[in-house]
């Protein structure tokens, strides 16, 4: 059962465009988003993360929106640089017992920025 | 430097044959994952492991076999059952105190001959 799904599967963006991926869960019980950055032939790595009681939180150019009504979160990438193309992940999971650390991937979204 | 070390970074399995992918960490952390990613579907849990000597199943753990001896360590075994290996795996580690930080290592993809 795919509990998180992720959108679009790829994206192309122009070098100081902004990219926006799109999730969304089913699992009501997840209270931990992460964003997972990966470049080819290497592990992810943890980009930002947030909890459900912000709507919003920005590391840098790196913004995750989060509506909990509509059990979505999002990621945008301002000032879209070459160096930001990679496979971007987003992930959930329920913190505590032996939830943790177990974390539901999206698909991934395999983003092209141009120069 | 802290980190996970994965080996070997290829590796390649003869039909029948049971191979192990190492994973090795310096972390100090508590808990050990391995997740297994396929084009377009994401990571998936195969195994995981929150104290030594003992692991749980993850959502595809069928055809594979895990151990947790040492807390440094936790090697996974793809075995003869596992119909549809190639693919690249993934390890995983987190401490359970303080961040929810999963730290990956670089991975083994894994093809079959």
């Known amino acids: 059962q795919q509990q998180v799904k992720q959108s679009p599967q790829s994206l192309i963006v122009q070098k100081g465009g902004i990219s926006i991926i799109n999730c969304a869960y089913e699992n009501t019980a997840f209270d931990y988003f992460p964003w997972y950055q990966q470049f080819p032939g290497k592990g992810p790595a943890l980009l930002i993360a947030i909890r459900p009681d912000v709507s919003e939180k920005k590391e840098g150019r790196f913004t995750i929106s989060f509506n909990k009504s509509a059990k979505q979160f999002s990621l945008h990438i301002m000032d879209s640089q070459p160096g930001d193309s990679a496979t971007y992940f987003c992930a959930a999971s329920a913190s505590g017992g032996t939830s943790y650390g177990k974390l539901t991937f999206g698909q991934g979204t395999i983003l092209t920025v141009h120069p | 430097d802290g980190g996970i070390t994965q080996s070997p970074k290829y590796l390649f399995r003869k039909e029948g044959q049971n191979v192990t992918l190492s994973c090795e960490q310096n972390?100090?952390?508590?808990?050990m994952y391995w997740y297994r990613q396929d084009p377009g579907q994401g990571l998936r849990l195969i195994y995981y492991s929150q104290i030594v000597n003992d692991f749980q199943k993850g959502d595809i753990a069928e055809g594979y076999s895990v151990s947790r001896e040492k807390k440094e360590s936790f090697p996974l075994t793809v075995t003869s059952a596992q119909k549809n290996p190639t693919a690249f795996y993934l390890c995983?580690?987190?401490?359970?105190?303080?961040?929810?930080?999963?730290?990956f290592g670089s991975g083994t993809q894994l093809s079959v001959l």
């Open positions: 995983a580690s987190i401490t359970r105190s303080g961040s929810e930080k999963l730290f």
């Open positions: 972390l100090n952390h508590d808990a």
